[in-house]
């Protein structure tokens, strides 16, 4: 076997390895009762179906941050969590035309997968004209084998933004200038926080790259001047309407930053956890090492700017996330880790008839099977639960090492204490739910876990907000993965100020049959305000007889809020 053979084969194997890691993830999506349909996801579901729906940067599932303000109104201006600005724009685009978590995630691994292919093509091609479709298959399958896909579902508006940072650093070196403030500027609008990224990105380019140093100084000035507009000027505006707590300052930076102590307190360190997320950082750097010791020559080999490419281009970016965020966001430093990476390649030259020797095919063949352990291990959180569980007993007793499991009700239910009739709950529940016209405000109690699959419309709660005023309030029968239960309407008061805070929590918590109950007796016989509109095996639907108009103020929708304070 010849090296060019050897690349050839690598890459016929990094994608047979992605498109079976991506079957599985859709397949794991939509049996209703992963982790992908859940957490952040409904809201932002909903947040990229609204904008094209009459409701630009609305949300009205999550609209309170217990922890910063309260929010005396059922909708709140999605600004105020983050700068999702042009992700919106791009993932709202194909809403328009198919609404769906199907759809948000299919977009996302597209987007990745076709820009990091073409701007792998156009940067090869910059730095190393020959042989540039073998030396652009080799950094692709290394991108593929990485475990990059795996931060790629992650759900998240920032990991579009890898794309870009490969566009910046192309047109850069192509010299068009105008191409590269402009994708400054859209890296900046993709996640507000980007523009911490921008600034250290472009005080590395600022040393190594001199020839370009105006406009990469007007970059610098852009993304300099967006973060201060965007915590100093813009959050105050956004957030005039709400209740800010302990008259703290309404930037969400200065609001976090309180926490930085006890998120320094509470770090923990865990290999099994770090072995597969942070993948994306070691594995590139090992082909590297043995690209450079087995396989090709070096012309010169820029050191400087390879380590301050992976190590200070993001590091006040991850520093950032930490400790003024909800966590370290890897898409940034693990795409400046790939330029690195492409960085080296172009410096290698290869011999590509060379046949490889029995030391190098035995080194070549050692780290394949790193790569695709590794990549075998980061699978297994997209994985179904039952299966799921049994590998990471598995990878427990022979390694010693414990990956993330999820809490205990996700194993309860894995194991089959009524797996299947959860699947089958939930996919009855969302035809019933989605059944509902698009203009029917829902509030929904039930397995918060497939929300996902719900919020593609403008009015969706999570009981018990508004369960007496929306049109309809579904509760799915026998759930055990809800966000809220009690055994009394007493204990059912909305209006409280942080009772937010009190369902942003695990959800663990089983649907109440005798709430049930109670809450149709009270709304159907007693108040006469709703009827039963379907009860079976799966719901219990209570629709409203008179519609309730929700005040909407101008500042949770579009820019209202600038013609507001304007």
Known sequence: ????????????????????????????????????????????????????????????????????????????????????????????????????????????IALNLFGFAFFTFKIIQRLSPSNVY???????????????????????????????????????????????????????????????FGMTFLAVLLIFEKKYKRTIILSLAFCSGYFILWNFVMQPLLRQDLTLID??????????????????????????????????????????????????????????????????????HLAYGTFCLCGPY???ALTMTYLAFLIFLGEVSFDWKKKLAPLSLAVLSAVILIFMTVDAIAMTPVLPFSPRLCIWKTIKRLTGVELPQGDDLKKKIAVGEGLQKQVVSNRETIKIVNAIPK?????????????????????????????????????????PYSKFSAEDISDIDYNKPGFWGELYVPVTKAVSARLAGRISEELVNKRHTHRIARDDKYVLILERLEKHEFYMPKSTMGLGWVVKHG
């Open 1 to 108: 076997m010849n090296v060019k053979n050897a690349v050839i084969g690598t890459g016929i194997l990094a994608m047979v390895t992605a498109v079976s890691f991506i079957a599985v993830f859709f397949f794991t999506l939509n049996t209703t009762i992963s982790d992908f349909s859940g957490g952040d996801i409904p809201n932002i579901n909903q947040f990229y179906y609204n904008f094209f729906h009459g409701r630009p940067f609305q949300l009205s599932i999550y609209t309170e941050e217990s922890t910063q303000f309260h929010n005396p109104y059922a909708y709140l201006n999605v600004l105020v969590l983050h700068g999702y600005i042009l992700s919106i724009i791009i993932v709202g685009l194909f809403y328009a035309i198919w609404p769906g978590i199907n759809t948000m995630y299919a977009v996302f």
């Open 247 to 316: 008259n703290r300052l309404s930037s969400m930076l200065l609001t976090r930053i309180y926490d930085i102590a006890n998120k320094i307190a509470s770090f923990r360190f865990y290999p099994g956890r770090w072995l597969v997320v942070y993948s994306g950082f070691y594995l590139p750097v090992l082909a590297a090492v043995v690209i450079y010791r087995f396989f090709g020559a070096l012309r010169r080999l820029p050191w400087l700017k390879i380590l301050a490419f992976v190590f200070l281009a993001p590091a006040a």
């Open 134 to 196: 073998l030396k652009s298959l080799l950094a692709f399958s290394v991108f593929l084998l990485s475990g990059y896909l795996r931060v790629a579902i992650s759900g998240i508006p920032i990991i579009l933004c890898g794309p870009f940072i490969l566009a910046a650093y192309y047109f850069l070196i192509s010299g068009k200038r105008a191409a590269f403030f402009l994708t400054i500027v859209s890296l900046c609008l993709i996640q507000e926080d980007l523009a911490v």
């Open 330 to 332: 890897l898409s940034p």
């Open 439 to 479: 203009d029917k405000s829902v509030v929904f109690w039930g397995n918060y876990i497939m929300c996902g699959f719900l919020t593609d419309r403008n009015d969706f709660w999570i009981f018990p907000m508004y369960y007496d005023l929306a049109d309809f309030l579904v509760i799915q029968k026998g759930a």
